[in-house]
Structure formats: C-alpha cells, structure tokens
C-alpha cells in the first residue's frame, strides 16, 4: 500500500507497507473460531477413548497461532521516503527504524525498470551518491505503478524508465 502524506511545514512524506488482510485481532479471531472446531472435534473422541487426538489438536492450534504471528510479523514491515528542505530521508524498519540514509533532494534519482513479461512489476530504485537503494519491493503490481506516478508527480523527483537489463553470463 502506498499513502502520500503532506504536512503543512511542506514535509512531504511516502509511506510504504505491504497489504494486510486483517490485523493482530482479527487474526485472534480467527484462531479463536478454528480452535474452537478443532475443540468441538477433537473432544468427543477424547471421551470415547481417544485421548491421542488432544495432543494433535493442540499441536494444530499452535502451528496456526505460530504461523499467523510470523505472517503478521513480516507484513509489520514500512519504509519511508520522506523529503523536506531539499533533503531526502529513506527509512526503513519492523517497530522502529531500522536502516536510515538521508540524501540531497538534487542528487537522487529514480529509475523504474520495466520487465520483459508483461504482467511482471516493474523495479522501483533510488540512486542517490553512487548507491542504489530498492524500494517497495514488497508492493504488488498495481501499487508500484502508484509508487512510481507518486514519487514524479508528488515529490517532484526525477524518473527514468528502463528497458530490462540483459545480464550475460561469460
């Protein structure tokens, strides 16, 4: 997801965050309601005798709790682009930054490459003193589409669209 903020000190800042379904609470939910399930089956085969299913469902429930944390954990992930008086500040992190670099406003350029296959997304970079920094990688097609239209219209910076790279192999 791609979310343009404008302050009125003319802080102009891109927000960047992979698409979530739902949040830490309606994934609870949702392990609420299959536990739930799994209980209401693995019980009555427990009474009968079958006590072995308990440890099973237990294991399912805690497979799934583990796996929606990690999922969720993962999509936690933001960068920000932020540009205010002439400079460019990419930040990028979990819960709190983690990798921070800040450029010249005139010395950043954006080169957004296009793919040999026509459905593929295009790559979105920052090339800024020598270095080229990846940006939203995480982003589907249609929102690298709105990074790149944001980052010429809004921030007003410099974009170049490549033809694929051929990489040869000697």
Same mark, same amino acid.
């Given at each position: 997801m791609v979310a343009m903020y404008i302050q009125a000190n003319r802080m102009r800042r891109v927000v960047l965050?992979?698409?979530?379904?739902?949040n830490w609470e309606g994934n609870l939910w949702v392990i609420l309601a299959v536990s739930v399930v799994i209980l209401l089956v693995a019980l009555p085969i427990? @009474?009968?005798?079958?006590?072995?299913? @308990?440890?099973?469902?237990? +294991?399912? +429930?805690?497979?799934?709790?583990?796996?929606?944390?990690?999922?969720?954990?993962?999509?936690?992930?933001?960068e920000v682009i932020t540009l205010q008086d002439g400079q460019l500040l990419l930040q990028r992190g979990r819960n709190h930054v983690e990798t921070s670099c800040v450029f010249p406003e005139s010395s950043v350029k954006v080169l957004v490459e296009e793919q040999d296959r026509p459905m593929s997304s295009p790559d979105i970079d920052l090339v800024a003193e020598g270095h080229c920094y990846h940006v939203g990688e995480f982003l589907n097609r249609a929102d690298r589409f +709105?990074?790149?239209h944001t980052l010429k219209n809004q921030l007003n910076l410099r974009v170049s669209h490549l033809g694929s790279f051929h990489h040869v192999s000697f």
């Open positions: 965050t992979p698409n979530q379904s739902l427990a @009474l009968r005798g079958g006590w072995v299913v @308990l440890p099973f469902a237990a +294991i399912q +429930i805690l497979a799934l709790t583990t796996s929606l944390y990690l999922t969720l954990r993962k999509l936690n992930y933001r +709105i990074l790149a």
